[in-house]
């Protein structure tokens, strides 16, 4: 099983804040790794695919980049409607995996 | 519009069975994969079982495997998981979820509660 380890587990950012939040993979997963974004009381969310291909509708602060083992999204200009769990996951194999999750708030 | 709406979350014992259904509108269903993912409360998302569109291949987490058991009926658009031996460590929201092979769709459902306790 590939274990997804996301840091940091939590994440509180003032307005206008650059956030980055990691992803590393137990092995290598090529571009295999997604990014959910889940708010409060809501079903996951699709952020960004394949590492960092932009899905539609998403804002354009939210960005991925990495490969092999270690990944990234960045939030460029955090603003309130993006308090959330953000979640890694991999598609590279079975059993799929999530990473634990990383919780961003507003300061 | 893509609804996947899930149903069968009650409170069961431990040792129980339970079947969660997953009914799906407004996409080819039989064409996609379907999935469940779990989420304890206060945890991460965890992800369950996989079925392919024609049923043909399952896969499963290790954490359920033997003891969940995941089909579908495409004639009635309805995704299931079958739960069996069931553990307070089960005690989660099941999300149904569909997606394209490249991810060009990805839709979740609202989530059924399936709480194991005595």
């Known amino acids: 099983e590939i274990v997804l380890t996301q840091s940091p587990d939590f994440q509180s950012v003032t307005p206008k804040e650059k956030v980055t939040i990691t992803c590393r993979a137990s092995q290598s997963i090529g571009s295999s790794l997604h990014w959910y974004q889940q708010k409060p009381d809501q079903s996951p969310k699709l952020l960004i695919k394949y590492v960092s291909q932009s899905i539609s509708g998403v804002p354009s602060r939210f960005s991925g980049s990495g490969s092999g083992t270690d990944f990234t999204l960045t939030i460029n200009s955090l603003e309130a409607e993006d308090v959330a769990t953000y979640h890694c996951h991999q598609s590279r194999s079975f059993p799929w995996t999530f990473g634990q999750g990383t919780k961003v708030e507003i300061k | 519009e893509v609804q996947l709406v899930e149903s069968g979350g009650v409170v069961v014992q431990p040792g129980g069975s339970l079947r969660l259904t997953c009914v799906a509108s407004?996409?080819?269903?039989?064409?996609?994969?379907m999935y469940w993912v779990r989420q304890a409360p206060g945890k991460g998302l965890e992800w369950v079982s996989l079925i392919t569109w024609d049923g043909y291949s399952t896969y499963y987490a290790d954490s359920v495997k033997g003891r969940f058991t995941i089909s579908r009926d495409n004639s009635k658009n309805s995704l299931y998981l079958q739960m069996n031996s069931l553990t307070t460590e089960d005690t989660a929201l099941y999300f149904c979820?569909?997606?394209?092979?490249?991810?060009?769709?990805?839709?979740w459902g609202q989530g059924t509660l399936v709480t194991v306790s005595s």
């Open positions: 979820a569909t997606r394209s092979q490249h991810l060009d769709f990805d839709y």
């Open positions: 407004g996409f080819s269903f039989d064409d996609h994969a």
